[in-house]
Nanobody, 126 residues
Framework: QVQVVESGGGLVQAGGSLRLSCTAS????????MVWFRQAPGKEREGVSC????????SYTDSVKGRFTISRDNAKNTLYLQMNSLKPEDTAMYYC???????????????????WGRGTQVTVSS
């Protein structure tokens, strides 16, 4: 049975940093593109970042470019999102998801993802 579990969220002041982790079990982790989505109250879900199975292909939504870094450790079945220079508008529930895609092409936020975690809350105070 596949399990996807996020961790690392919390409350941080604007300008601060957090590192989110996502551990997946029950699947062949290197075969899956991994992504982070977020959803703030009253807003649509937004694709934040994507990384291919090899880690060689990555993509970011414009609002986080230069501040967030996605990475993965295939030996540990773990995905990361390093978030620096956090802003109040980054406040959201952050979800990790896995999909059987080879690359992170520009339309990746519109793909269907097979496995999802339950999310971890990130709150940035001003």
């Amino acid at each position: 049975q596949v399990q996807v579990v996020e961790s690392g969220g919390g409350l941080v002041q604007a300008g601060g940093s957090l590192r989110l982790s996502c551990t997946a079990s029950g699947l062949t982790f290197p075969k899956y593109t991994m992504v982070w989505f977020r959803q703030a109250p009253g807003k649509e879900r937004e694709g934040v970042s994507c990384i291919s199975g090899s880690g060689l292909s990555t993509s970011y939504t414009d609002s986080v470019k230069g501040r967030f870094t996605i990475s993965r450790d295939n030996a540990k079945n773990t995905l990361y999102l390093q978030m620096n220079s956090l802003k109040p508008e980054d406040t959201a529930m952050y979800y990790c998801a896995a999909g059987p895609y080879p690359l992170c092409i520009s339309s990746w936020p519109r793909f269907e993802y097979t496995y999802w975690g339950r999310g971890t809350q990130v709150t940035v105070s001003s």
